[in-house]
């Protein structure tokens, strides 16, 4: 059974910092590419961020400079850290994992940011 738990959601001020969580289990994690999105209220979902099975990274232009996706595959885990956070990165944040015709997603974790 595969299962991505997101953690690290939360309310924090414009200009604040979070780092957002993913655990894998039921996949063997290093074959999958990692990649998180974000769906914020009437808009679709969206690339966040995605990192490659060998370590590639490539960013959305809304959060280049900004935020910055990385793994550990000793922990199964895949983060997302975020720092200069704006209102507009409001949404509720995905972890995705993929490979060839498999496809997964987490449960999703809420991001607030106040002005």
């Known amino acids: 059974q595969v299962q991505l738990v997101e953690s690290g959601g939360n309310l924090v001020q414009a200009g604040g910092s979070l780092r957002l969580s993913c655990a894998a289990s039921?996949?063997?994690?290093?074959?999958?590419?990692m990649a998180w999105y974000r769906q914020a209220p009437g808009k679709q979902r969206e690339l966040v961020a995605h990192v490659t099975v060998g370590g590639n990274t490539n960013y959305a232009d809304s959060v280049k400079g900004r935020f910055t996706i990385s793994r550990d595959n000793a922990k199964n885990t895949v983060y997302l850290q975020m720092n200069s956070l704006k209102p507009e990165d409001t949404a509720v944040y995905y972890c995705n994992a993929r490979r060839a015709f498999f496809d997964y997603w987490g449960q999703g974790t809420q991001v607030t940011v106040s002005s």
């Open positions: 039921g996949i063997i994690f290093s074959t999958y590419a």
